[in-house]
């Protein structure tokens, strides 16, 4: 059973920069692809970012691409963002998922197994 606990969220100006941890307890991530999605009131949680655990691929949202990234230690997943927009406002959530994943299907949340709580990040203008 992976536990994850997600910190770093905050309130920061537009064109600030946060930097989000998830730490997995109970297992490392050992498999697959790890996985930062956000919700924003009244709106799906959508994919931002993935890390695949063997090779380091990395997959972004287009939203992001270019201002955020992701990284990766054997138990910890890093989302660093960058000029952040008001638009960036969201609850972050990390996830682990734990089956075999392409570029496509790496955006899908339901395929996401385990979850953390979320961190919110807000962004003001």
């Known amino acids: 059973q992976v536990q994850l606990v997600e910190s770093g969220g905050g309130l920061v100006q537009a064109g600030g920069s946060l930097r989000l941890s998830c730490v997995a307890s109970?297992?490392?991530?050992?498999?697959?692809?790890v996985g930062w999605f956000r919700q924003a009131p009244g709106k799906e949680r959508e994919f931002v970012a993935a890390v695949s655990t063997a090779g380091g691929s990395t997959y972004y949202a287009d939203s992001v691409k270019g201002r955020f990234t992701i990284s990766r230690t054997r138990d910890t997943v890093y989302l660093q963002m960058n000029s952040l927009k008001p638009e960036d406002t969201a609850v972050y959530s990390c996830?682990?998922?734990?089956?075999?994943?392409?570029?496509?299907?790496?955006?899908?949340?339901?395929?996401?197994?385990?979850w953390g709580q979320g961190t919110q990040v807000t962004v003001s203008s």
């Open positions: 109970g297992r490392t991530f050992s498999t697959y692809v």
């Open positions: 996830a682990h998922r734990t089956s075999p994943f392409n570029s496509m299907n790496v955006r899908t949340v339901r395929l996401y197994n385990y």
